[in-house]
């Protein structure tokens, strides 16, 4: 499957990323929050030129320009997007002032001009190829600029996961869009409900996650990203904040781990922690957690396999790789490997309503996309 989330998006005329935004203050503390895990403060963007690739609708991008950038470019190549983003932007006419607008793809982008930030946020783990649209990306930074983007890996996304696949062997793929997203959304909703700071419109939730097919496309990893840009970037912030560094500032150099290095160590003990978002594990090997990648892949790999090709007996390869996952997860917590099973005995006999009112598995969410910024060298 090589889709691309612009390619639903222009298919269906939609841009599923709208938020509720009537609270604009705490939308935008929200942000500001965000970017400080990014290591950047609000007087860091203004005057400065920014560009954010992808911005959807445009909801977090009213943050942004509301700090003033000297420029700032919104590059969006989804029509529909880039409709909401002016519908949006004419209810603030001080912010609309400040964005320019460009409809295209990143590969036709014709300016030469480099930015200090570039902003990239749930478009990586939507493409065909992440590694290259990253690569591009990295050249619109400019000396001592910063990258932000989002990573996705197979961890992170497992729960996600299991709701699509359970999804996918609900509906009938001929339907309409509005078709599958009336029968699923009462499934789900439940489940939805337990995400506190959740603003974003369910229905837009589950057409993006559990029916995009760019959602069971490819990803790319906290350390995965760190590989492709390493040669010019190093990292600098993330949210979840997990990666520390307890060496005295004046031995690093002399330390034989680089910036990055640490980076990519930190991320595999603590990958595990990306399945559930609301505890945080002790640190594991990075063996243990390599072989919990590597089960949560393929079963993502298989489920990807049966919404190709719609074949029944690979349901039972899905389900068998699943109690492997279980298994890996049983050795560090139970309750989280009961909640993984409730999903799993839903799945094995296509119990709506097991599903609807799972206690354990309704509550498990991972940590979906992580921010991650890079600040160029030279």
């Avoid at 002016?86 to 460009?102: A, H, K, T």
């Avoid at 589950?206 to 097919?213: G, T």
């Avoid at 150099?253 to 980076?263: C, P, R």
């Avoid at 917590?333 to 609807?356: F, H, Q």
Wanted: proline content about 4%.
């Amino acid at each position: 499957m090589n889709s691309s989330h612009v390619e639903f998006y222009r298919k269906h005329n939609i841009s599923p990323v709208r938020q509720d935004i009537q609270d604009l203050d705490r939308h935008f503390r929200n942000r500001e929050f965000l970017y400080r895990q990014m290591g950047i403060l609000p007087m860091f963007i203004t005057g400065k030129r920014v560009i954010e690739v992808g911005p959807g609708s445009g909801f977090n991008s009213l943050y942004t320009a509301s700090l003033r950038p000297a420029r700032y470019v919104l590059m969006e190549p989804n029509r529909a997007g880039v409709s909401d983003i002016r519908n949006l932007f004419s209810d603030y006419p001080d912010l609309l002032e400040v964005i320019g607008i460009e409809e295209c793809m990143l590969s036709d982008y014709r300016d030469d001009s480099r930015f200090d930030f570039v902003f990239c946020e749930g478009v990586l783990s939507g493409v065909p190829v992440p590694g290259d649209f990253l690569r591009l990306l990295c050249d619109l930074v400019t000396s001592r600029g910063l990258l932000v983007i989002t990573c996705v890996d197979d961890i992170s996304y497992f729960a996600e996961a299991l709701r699509r696949f359970f999804a996918q062997l609900l509906i009938d793929p001929a339907s309409s869009l509005e078709e599958k997203t009336n029968l699923l959304l009462p499934i789900f909703l439940p489940h939805l409900a337990n995400l506190k700071g959740m603003n974003r419109r369910p229905d837009d939730w589950i057409i993006d996650n559990l029916i995009n097919p760019a959602s069971i496309g490819r990803m790319l990893s906290i350390a995965e990203a760190i590989e492709v840009v390493e040669k010019s970037f190093d990292i600098y912030g993330s949210s979840p904040h997990f990666i520390v560094d307890w060496r005295w500032y004046k031995e690093i150099l002399h330390s034989g781990l680089s910036i990055n290095e640490n980076g990519k160590s930190l991320y595999w003990q603590n990958v595990h922690n990306f399945l559930d978002h609301s505890h945080v594990f002790p640190q594991r090997s990075e063996t243990e957690n390599r072989k919990l990648l590597s089960l949560c892949r393929s079963s993502r790999d298989k489920m990807r396999e049966f919404e190709n090709e719609r074949n029944q007996d690979v349901v039972s390869e899905v389900c068998s790789l699943i109690g492997e996952v279980i298994s890996n997860v049983s050795e560090f917590s139970t309750g989280l490997a009961d909640a993984l099973r409730e999903a799993l005995d839903a799945i094995v006999g296509l119990n709506v309503k097991g599903m609807t009112d799972s206690r354990r598995f309704g509550r498990l969410f991972g940590r979906g996309q992580q921010y991650v910024s890079f600040s160029r060298r030279e």
